[in-house]
């Protein structure tokens, strides 16, 4: 560093001054007392002129052993001065670096976002996701086959517009029969089990009572015994379908037979639905077509 390199060039040559050039100076002054002793002869007495010298470049030897020895010191403080500084300096923009680098982890994705929304004129809309569902194919198709449907229920044209009230009957129609259908379906499967789990629950549930109450266990062991074949002789009926007040039978082999029955008469009604389609379209009815129904398996035979 440049004020490094200045002290030490300054004590080197105050070194060079000091221990050459000064004692040289005073060898040059005593040499020249030396020659003026006969003149001072006169005024002082023998030998003190002498001494006098002497005494006088010891004291100033020393004197400047002194101050060289302080100057070294002054230095040395110095330089211990500037490396704290230097070190205050780097602690300072180490800091500074610091601050700098997680201020950049702030900035840098703020920009993206910053350059990101810059780049559209609008901001998105509440019913942006609205129009681009309403946009979507798998939207669009479906909206199509509805509208083929009711335009071929209604024997409309197919550039021909639909009524308002057409469409609001037909999905009416078709929301009432599938919610129905459904649900009546629903109800005819799972209503047997819930009644065969109310019954267990309800005929269970002393014995668990009267072992989770902590009472004797012999007296529970009895309870038990006595309780669980009664409980087996009241499900029995239940499980196998009859009772004496009447039957209660789950003829899966029926409900299943229902099913396809359903199943087969929706497939037969979207196939004459095609078939007037492509009449009307002016196609072969009985030529393969490329749509695609709901029901592609082939129709199974009845039980």
């Not at 019913?127 to 681009?132: D, I, Q, S």
């Not at 266990?217 to 009447?246: C, D, E, K, Q």
């Amino acid at each position: 560093m440049p004020w490094m390199t200045a002290c030490s060039e300054h004590d080197s040559n105050l070194g060079e001054v000091c221990y050459a050039d000064l004692f040289s100076m005073l060898e040059s002054w005593t040499k020249i007392f030396k020659d003026l002793q006969f003149v001072q002869e006169v005024h002082l007495p023998i030998g003190r002129v002498g001494l006098d010298s002497q005494k006088l470049a010891k004291e100033t030897g020393l004197t400047l052993r002194r101050c060289l020895d302080l100057i070294d010191r002054f230095v040395q403080s110095l330089l211990a001065e500037m490396q704290i500084t230097d070190s205050r300096q780097g602690i300072v923009e180490a800091e500074s670096v610091s601050k700098l680098t997680a201020l950049a982890f702030v900035s840098i994705p703020l920009s993206f976002v910053a350059g990101l929304f810059s780049t559209q004129v609008h901001e998105p809309k509440a019913a942006y996701a609205v129009h681009l569902s309403l946009r979507g194919a798998n939207l669009i198709e479906y909206k199509a086959k509805v509208m083929s449907n009711l335009r071929a229920e209604s024997r409309l044209l197919h550039k021909e517009r639909i009524q308002t009230h057409v469409f609001i009957a037909r999905v009416s129609s078709t929301l009432y029969v599938a919610i129905f259908k459904r649900t009546r379906e629903t109800v005819v499967v799972l209503t047997p089990f819930v009644i065969i789990l109310a019954a267990i629950a309800a005929l269970l549930s002393p014995i668990v009572v009267l072992w989770l109450r902590g009472i004797d266990r012999g007296f529970s062991v009895v309870i038990t015994v006595l309780l669980l074949p009664l409980n087996i002789a009241l499900l029995g009926p239940l499980m196998a379908g009859t009772s004496s007040p009447g039957p209660i039978r789950l003829d899966m082999k029926k409900l299943l037979r229902a099913i396809r029955q359903d199943r087969e008469k929706h497939r037969k009604r979207r196939a004459k639905e095609k078939k007037r389609r492509r009449q009307d379209a002016g196609l072969n009815p009985e030529a393969p077509g490329d749509e695609s129904t709901d029901d592609d398996e082939p129709p199974t035979q009845r039980n």
